[in-house]
């Protein structure tokens, strides 16, 4: 079965400064990776996604991720957090031909000035 | 509309009785999906609806839950005889066409079970 494991629970890091979340998926094939965010008191909204082509994904509000099938990795990153990246940030993984997402537990992010 | 909207956005329900919960998707989004947000936990997938193919209900944890959908509109969810267990945010998610389109999600409902 197929499984996400996101090893952060809760990260602070300075406004500024660089930020990466870590995802590790366990699958066979290759996947369907996707990364979430989800603010305070809001439904989750869909950061970037990778499906096939260039490893390197852009995202909005400035995120991207590298899918590396080497570590079975699908790690975000940001090169500068704002105060307003605060929030809750879940990667995702789906089979090919399943439309069902299997979702890790998530990482709090905490940014201070 | 122009979300996804879910009511009652809380329902507070005492151990045993039933409870529904409602989800409007984006109207032209033929999938449909309920997780279940468990406190400090990730998603877990319930249910998953694509046009008028059979659902997926893998992902029911028992058969006190179930979910209907009629063609591509209104959904709702019912969970029979509640247990404290059941306790969680429920989330629905409808797309375009399937996971490639991206989901959007609803803010959910949080039902506690008393």
Known sequence: ?113 | GAGVSQSPSNKVTEKGKDVELRCDPISGHTALYWYRQRLGQGLEFLIYFQGNSAPDKSGLPSDRFSAERTGESVSTLTIQRTQQEDSAVYLCASSLGGREYGYTFGSGTRLTVV
């Open chain 1, 1 to 113: 079965a197929q499984s996400v494991t996101q090893p952060d629970i809760h990260i602070t890091v300075s406004e500024g400064a660089s930020l990466e979340l870590r995802c590790n998926y366990s699958y066979g094939a290759t996947p369907y990776l996707f990364w979430y965010v989800q603010s305070p008191g809001q439904g989750l909204q869909l950061l970037l996604k990778y499906f096939s082509g260039d490893t390197l994904v852009q995202g909005i509000k400035g995120f991207e991720a590298e899918f590396k099938r080497s570590q079975s990795s699908f790690n975000l990153r940001k090169p500068s957090v704002h105060w307003s990246d605060a929030a809750e940030y879940f990667c995702a993984v789906s089979n090919f031909g399943n439309e069902k997402l299997t979702f890790g537990t998530g990482t709090r992010l905490t940014i201070i000035p």
